[in-house]
């Protein structure tokens, strides 16, 4: 892992790796110098300002792919639909497929895993912020689910969001864990957008919980 890279671009691969790993609290600074290569003790803050700081460049240099695709796919997939079951299908796969092709790669499949983690403790990812095509597609969700109230239009997002990253980390763990995966890549996505569809649409029944 240390090669000849710079040690800065050494740290950043190490942070992907032992966040994916630890989790990002509990990453050691002294493991990631280790792993980088580096003998200074203060070169994370050095060069990121912190530990904080190392996890939003490695946030960039991913969501810098991803927001590119994202572009490609909104602007292809939803761009002047109007609101349907399928126009809201395609926005999800818009915002899912180009996560999912992290899942290609190693340090891909680290940074899905550091995703999951940012949503699943940290409340999830200033979304507009690093792809702004997101929120194009999110329009198209919510116009889509008729009937709706707003706060349950914005939990559905919300739930729908977490349920695909963690879909997708748990895949990632799978892979490089080295077992078989019952779904060629294809089929795992695809499988997820329609079930990400499905949970977005389903209807609220009209009975009390205590009525089950």
């Known amino acids: 892992m240390v090669g000849e890279l710079p040690a800065k671009e050494r740290l950043l691969r190490a942070g992907e790796y032992l966040f994916a790993r630890e989790g990002i609290a509990r990453a ?15 070169a994370v803050h050095y060069y990121f300002g912190s530990r904080e700081g190392l996890l939003e460049a490695i946030v960039v240099r991913h969501m810098a792919d991803v927001s590119s695709r994202m572009d490609e796919l909104v602007q292809r997939l939803c761009a002047g639909r109007e609101p349907s079951r399928e126009a809201l299908r395609d926005a999800i796969a818009a915002m899912t497929i180009p996560l999912a092709e992290k899942l290609l790669d190693e340090r891909g499949r680290d940074f899905v895993q550091i995703m999951d983690e940012v949503y699943d403790r940290r409340g999830g990812l200033a979304d507009a912020k690093y792809s702004p095509a997101s929120a194009v597609a999110k329009d198209v969700v919510r116009q889509s689910m008729a009937g709706m109230s707003e706060a349950l239009r914005e939990e559905r997002i919300r739930l729908t969001t977490n349920f695909i990253v963690s879909a997708l980390a748990s895949r990632a763990r799978a892979c490089d864990s080295g077992g078989e995966l019952p779904l060629d890549h294809d089929t795992f996505v695809i499988n997820l957008i329609e079930m ?12 009390p919980l205590s009525s089950f």
């Open 196 to 207: 990400g569809t499905l949970g977005s649409l389903a209807e609220l029944p009209d009975r």
């Open 28 to 42: 050691r600074i002294r493991d990631l110098n280790e792993i980088a290569g580096v003998r200074n003790d203060s």
